[in-house]
Nanobody, 122 residues
Framework: QMQLVESGGGLVQAGGSLRLSCAAS????????MAWFRQAPGKEREFVAG????????YSGNSVKGRFTISRDNAKNTAYLQMNSLKPEDTAKYYC???????????????WGKGTLVTVSS
């Protein structure tokens, strides 16, 4: 059973940057594809970014391409989401998730964190 804990959220002005972290414990981190999802109030959960087990394959949702970068450090059992050029529409709760399978679908994730809130002011 893997536990995931997100951190790094907060309030930032539009155009600013934040880095989210996802610390994993209780499992073999390098066995899991890691992903970030987000959910804004009244909206469905949205895929943000994903990274394969070794970190070679990286994928981003269309709305964050060129602005957000996912990375991981398997030695530290941690995944990251660097968010640059933030916009008010990026305001959401951001969730870290892990999957043993190669999938970028929320329904395919095996484990989820509880999320961290990101608020971007205009």
């Amino acid at each position: 059973q893997m536990q995931l804990v997100e951190s790094g959220g907060g309030l930032v002005q539009a155009g600013g940057s934040l880095r989210l972290s996802c610390a994993a414990s209780g499992g073999t981190f390098s066995d899991y594809l890691m992903a970030w999802f987000r959910q804004a109030p009244g909206k469905e959960r949205e895929f943000v970014a994903g990274i394969t087990r070794g970190g070679v394959g990286r994928y981003s949702g269309n709305s964050v391409k060129g602005r957000f970068t996912i990375s991981r450090d398997n030695a530290k059992n941690t995944a990251y989401l660097q968010m640059n050029s933030l916009k008010p529409e990026d305001t959401a709760k951001y969730y870290c998730a892990g999957s043993r399978a190669f999938t970028l679908e929320a329904g395919g994730m095996d484990y989820w964190g509880k999320g961290t809130l990101v608020t971007v002011s205009s």
